[in-house]
Nanobody, 126 residues
Framework: QLQLVESGGGLVQPGGTLRLSCTTSGFTSDAYAIGWFRQAPGKEREGISCVNRRSGTTNYVDSAKGRFTISKDNAKNTVYLQMTSLNPEDTAVYHC???????????????????WGQGTQVTVSS
């Protein structure tokens, strides 16, 4: 079965950097997209970025541009989210998600995705 496992979360000081990882298993082809999302307490889940596994095309929501970078290592079946200049408003549970997709692009919209990981907590605090 399809599985996604996030790692790399933790406690970081304001201004700091973290790299999250999303490792997938169970896919029978390389035609899928991976997205990163977050959900803060009391708030709706919001999209951050996505990458198309086959084409490498990426997409970001406007608020993520400049601070967050998505990348992938196909050999490791892993997608990364590099986060810089973190601030307390970035505190949330970060999830990755996947959708089997034959297109070349991807969408950072949560409703686009079918399979979700359990999430990893990111806390930005001094």
């Amino acid at each position: 079965q399809l599985q996604l496992v996030e790692s790399g979360g933790g406690l970081v000081q304001p201004g700091g950097t973290l790299r999250l990882s999303c490792t997938t298993s169970g896919f029978t082809s390389d035609a899928y997209a991976i997205g990163w999302f977050r959900q803060a307490p009391g708030k709706e889940r919001e999209g951050i970025s996505c990458v198309n596994r086959r084409s490498g095309t990426t997409n970001y929501v406007d608020s993520a541009k400049g601070r967050f970078t998505i990348s992938k290592d196909n050999a490791k079946n892993t997608v990364y989210l590099q986060m810089t200049s973190l601030n307390p408003e970035d505190t949330a549970v970060y999830h990755c998600a996947a959708v089997e997709w034959l297109g070349a692009a991807c969408s950072p919209r949560p409703g686009f995705y079918h399979y979700w990981g359990q999430g990893t907590q990111v806390t930005v605090s001094s």
